[in-house]
C-alpha cells in the first residue's frame, strides 16, 4: 500500500523518551554497565544508595507538607528524621543533619527552588524516535547576585570525596549546569557547590555560559546518541570496574576489579600477606647487599646509591651516567 501525504500528517507521533541524569551519567561512564541495569540483568543497589533515596523522600515529604515557610520545611524534615527507615535511620540523619544546618543558614528570598525537577527537550520528534527530554532533579537553587547568577547546592551522601577539579570535570555537573544554561536563559554564571555531607566539606565548580555550555552540550550529544543506540560498548578501567555493580557478568571487567568484587576480604588479606613477603623479601635483600653488594637483573638494580651521608637500600633503574657518554 503506497503511503500518501495524508498519512504522513496524520501519523501519531511516537512517545517521548525521557532520560535521567543517573542512566546518563552511567552511560557516559561506561555504557555496557548503565544497558545491563536498564535491562534487569543486575540492580544497582547499596546501602549508601538507599541512604540518598530515603534522605530525598523525607525531604519531597517535607516540601508536600508545610506551606510557604520555608524554616518551617527544615523543623518539619528535623522532625522526620528519626521517622527514616529503621535499617538506615542512622545513616540518614548522619547525611541530613549537615543539610538541615546549612538550610537554617540560608536566606530564604533566595530560594529559587528545592528538589526542583528540570527538564528539557533534547531532541525534537521525528519519524525514527519520540522527542528526546532530559530531566534531572536539583537539590538546592539560590539566586546569585542579580538575575545573571545562581547557586546550585547537592548533596552528596557517599563515600566518594570530591575535589574541585572532580566537580569541574564530573558529569552531574555538565548535565545540570548544561539543563540550567538552557531553562534559564538569562543565567550566565553558575556556581555549583558538593555538598560531602559526610565528611563535612564541599567541592565547589564555577561555570560560565560562554566557555562552558558548548562542550558540555557536545559531551551530552554523545552520551545520548549512546543511549538511544542502547550501546553495550564498554570502557574498562581499574577505577571504574573497582565500584560496578555488573563485574559479576561483565566479560570486559578488570581482572583485579573482578577478584576484589568476588572476595573483598580474601582481596584484602592477600593484599596484606603480600606486602608481609615484600617486606621479608626487602630484608633478606638488604642483609646480602651489605655483605655481597648490590644484586642485578638488566638494569633494575637492589642497592644503594650513595647520597650524601645517607645510605638506603632500595629499588631503582640504573641510567647510563650523562657525564661518562658527554665525555665519550
Ligand atoms: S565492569 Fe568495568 S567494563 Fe564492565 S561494565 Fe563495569 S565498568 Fe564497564
Known amino acids: 500500500m503506497t503511503t500518501t501525504i495524508n498519512d504522513i500528517l496524520n501519523r501519531k507521533p511516537l512517545d517521548a523518551q525521557v532520560y535521567d541524569r543517573s542512566d546518563l551519567e552511567k552511560t557516559s561512564g561506561c555504557p555496557f554497565e548503565a544497558k545491563a541495569i536498564r535491562d534487569g540483568k543486575v540492580k544497582d543497589v547499596s546501602m549508601l544508595a538507599d541512604v540518598g533515596i530515603e534522605g530525598h523522600r523525607l525531604l519531597a515529604e517535607s516540601l508536600e507538607s508545610v ?36 538550610l537554617r543558614k540560608i536566606d530564604p528570598g533566595r530560594i529559587i527552588g528545592i528538589e526542583k525537577q528540570y527538564s528539557t527537550e533534547f531532541l525534537k520528534a521525528t519519524r525514527n524516535h519520540g522527542a528526546i527530554v532530559l ?3 536539583q537539590d538546592l537553587l539560590l539566586a546569585g547576585k542579580d538575575e545573571t547568577v545562581v547557586i546550585l547546592f547537592d548533596w552528596k551522601t557517599g563515600y566518594k570525596r570530591r575535589t574541585s577539579t572532580d566537580a569541574q570535570s564530573d558529569f552531574q555537573t ?51 546518541r549512546l543511549r538511544m543506540e542502547d550501546s553495550n560498548e564498554a570502557w574498562p578501567g581499574m577505577e ?47 642483609a646480602h647487599c651489605k655483605k655481597h653488594g648490590e644484586i642485578r637483573s638488566g638494569n633494575q638494580v637492589f642497592g644503594y646509591k650513595e647520597t650524601k651521608k645517607i645510605v638506603s637500600y632500595k629499588l631503582y633503574v640504573d641510567k647510563p651516567d650523562k657525564t661518562n657518554n658527554e665525555d665519550e
Open 174 to 224: 555538565c548535565f545540570y549546569s548544561w539543563i540550567l544554561f538552557r531553562e534559564l536563559p538569562k543565567v550566565q554564571t553558575i556556581h555549583f557547590f558538593y555538598e560531602q555531607t559526610r565528611y563535612g566539606t564541599r567541592a565547589y565548580a564555577k561555570l560560565e555560559r560562554e566557555r562552558d555550555y558548548y562542550n558540555f552540550e557536545g559531551r551530552i550529544q554523545e552520551t545520548v
Open 135 to 137: 530531566t534531572c532533579c
Open 67 to 102: 506551606d510557604e515557610n520555608y524554616l518551617d520545611l527544615v523543623d518539619y524534615l528535623e522532625n522526620e528524621l528519626p521517622t527514616a527507615r529503621p535499617d538506615i535511620q542512622p545513616e540518614v540523619i548522619k547525611s541530613l543533619r549537615g543539610a538541615t544546618e546549612e
Open 240 to 286: 571504574k570496574c573497582c565500584w560496578c555493580c555488573v563485574t559479576a557478568i561483565c566479560p570486559h571487567v578488570v581482572g583485579e576489579a573482578l577478584e576484589l568484587n568476588k572476595d573483598k576480604e580474601g582481596y584484602l588479606n592477600q593484599y596484606i600477606a603480600l606486602k608481609a613477603r615484600v617486606a621479608a623479601i626487602e630484608r633478606g635483600m638488604k
